[in-house]
């Protein structure tokens, strides 16, 4: 099972972008989900989060400007990401803190699980 992460891309300050990110396989649960990005010489940063209820919240920095959802059916999690910013740029990654999916045919579950990256880079 991955979480497949999409959407990064170009933009132009003030664009906006939207990222994607479902699991493959079969997920019996995935509980909170969220965004984190990290940039160049920078540590990974908290940008969003979302529980299973649908209770948001955002890093300071995006507050206002990114809207985190998701969609419980396809265990996906979106990231609308609007007016940006050159500071934005990043790899952003999706994670989830706790996941329950088959492998051989077995449920198994796993805590702090992690997508690749997807390349968010915005021009001035």
């Known amino acids: 099972v991955q979480l497949q992460a999409s959407g990064g891309g170009l933009a132009q300050a003030g664009g906006s972008l939207r990222l994607s990110c479902a699991p493959s396989?079969?997920?019996?649960?995935?509980?909170?989900m969220g965004w984190y990005r990290q940039a160049p010489g920078k540590q990974r940063e908290l940008v969003a989060t979302i529980t299973s209820g649908g209770s948001a919240s955002y890093a300071g920095s995006v507050e206002g400007r990114f809207t985190i959802s998701r969609d419980n059916a396809k265990n996906a999690v979106f990231l609308q990401m609007n007016s940006l910013k050159p500071e934005d740029t990043a790899v952003y990654y999706c994670?989830?803190?706790?996941?329950?999916?088959?492998?051989?045919?077995?449920?198994?579950?796993?805590?702090?699980?992690w997508g690749q990256g997807t390349q968010v880079t915005v021009s001035s």
């Open positions: 994670h989830t803190d706790s996941i329950v999916y088959q492998e051989y045919g077995a449920p198994v579950a796993q805590a702090d699980f």
């Open positions: 396989g079969v997920i019996f649960r995935i509980d909170t």
